[in-house]
């Protein structure tokens, strides 16, 4: 590669839990620069994930923590040319890819929802992808079925 690698920028903390993790699901979940509406959105969905579960002993952020872990792939597919023929050759995921993929997830299917508000929709899903269901978590295991199936492929692995 000619071009060096870009320096990787530093996330800070949110300002209620300081924690890194959730000021980059807010950067996933933010629309036009809107941070402090995201914010408002995380916020209120994990108040309402703490109202739907009020005998788990876990907390509020522990909770979507479990949720996101439950719905983080190991592994995906990628397409790989071999010869005229494109396979879908399975690899193991970059521990940043897995946490984005992950969170993008959440968020997508969260949108993808009925409900009344955002906040609404993403504590739902929350909530279901900490149960392990849910579409987020049907994403995932989707993810391992195809790699699983295509497992005859991976020493086209690059």
Same mark, same amino acid.
Request: hydrophobic content about 35%; charged content about 35%; glycine content about 0%.
């Given at each position: 590669? /000619?071009?060096?690698?870009p320096k990787k920028r530093q996330v800070l !903390? %949110? !300002?209620v839990y300081g924690d890194v993790r =959730?000021?980059?699901? =807010? #950067?996933h979940l933010m629309y036009d620069g809107k941070?402090?509406?995201?914010? #408002?959105?995380?916020y209120t969905a994990l108040d309402k =994930?703490?109202?739907?579960l009020p005998n788990d002993e876990k907390s509020a952020l522990e909770i979507w923590k479990a949720a996101l872990d439950n719905i983080t792939p190991? =592994?995906?597919v990628k397409s790989r040319r071999v010869g005229g023929a494109t396979?879908?050759?399975p690899t193991e995921i970059r521990p940043e890819r897995k946490e984005s993929v992950s969170m993008k997830n959440l968020i997508l299917y969260a949108r993808r929802r009925g409900g009344k508000t955002m906040a609404d929709k993403l504590a739902a899903e929350i909530v279901d992808a900490y149960n392990s269901q849910g579409g987020a978590f049907k994403r995932?295991? %989707?993810?391992? /079925?195809?790699?699983?199936a295509n497992r005859a492929f991976a020493h086209f692995r690059f």
């Open positions: 590669m /000619r071009k060096t690698k !903390p %949110d !300002p =959730v000021t980059k699901f =807010v #950067n941070k402090s509406l995201s914010y #408002n959105i995380f =994930v703490k109202a739907k190991q =592994v995906e396979f879908q050759v995932k295991e %989707d993810m391992h /079925r195809m790699a699983e």
